[in-house]
């Protein structure tokens, strides 16, 4: 076999299996998106707490929540599977209802939407996940004016309207977190490049 046939039987089947990597890779994320939304449903499945609480009965005084009394309270959470959940994150718009975490890990982040910082009780509420098309992989969608609602664990409910979408980049920690934004959500673009970020306020 001459040289070049050689060099181009090399350079063949180095292709192929990078195409093959390719594949496997696709493959995989497709897999992985698909196990992270069965997981959240499963963790739904186990959080009947995040029922709204119910609107007082004619001529009865409403019940005044503990937060508003105490807006710097720890949120309450629910334990499942070894996580603590502080509620249900819903967007109509993306037909998404998703557990969230009280706080993150990379393990968490594999099975629900995390806790970034701050509360909903007390403002500067920022919700993080993966990309996964069944967790924050199409929010980069959402159109300002779309609502987002938030159910703690002792039904209380925390509605939001889009306001704007920002791109950050992965170490711009502050400006995560500045702006006075009462709810933010965020994932990374593909490869961890950028961070998609919207920013909402109380509805």
Known sequence: ????????????????????AALALTGFN?????RAGEAAEAVLAEMPAHTPRPA????????????????????????????????VLSIPA?????????????????????????????GGFIIMAHNYARHFGAIGTLEPGESVSFTDVDGNVFEYAVEETQILQPQAVDEMSSGGWDLTLFTCTPGGRTRVTIRCTAA
């Open 30 to 34: 497709l897999w992985d998106s698909r």
């Open 56 to 87: 007082p009965e004619p001529g009865e005084a409403p019940e005044i929540p503990d937060y508003v009394l105490n807006p710097d309270m720890e949120m309450p959470t629910e334990e499942i599977d070894g996580y603590e959940y502080i509620g």
């Open 1 to 20: 076999m001459s040289g070049k046939r050689r060099a181009g039987s090399l350079f063949m089947g180095a292709g192929a299996l990078l195409f093959a």
């Open 94 to 122: 993306l037909s998404l209802e998703l557990p969230v975490m009280g706080g993150w890990s990379y393990p968490a982040l594999r099975v629900a939407p995390c806790r970034y910082l701050g509360s909903a009780y007390s």
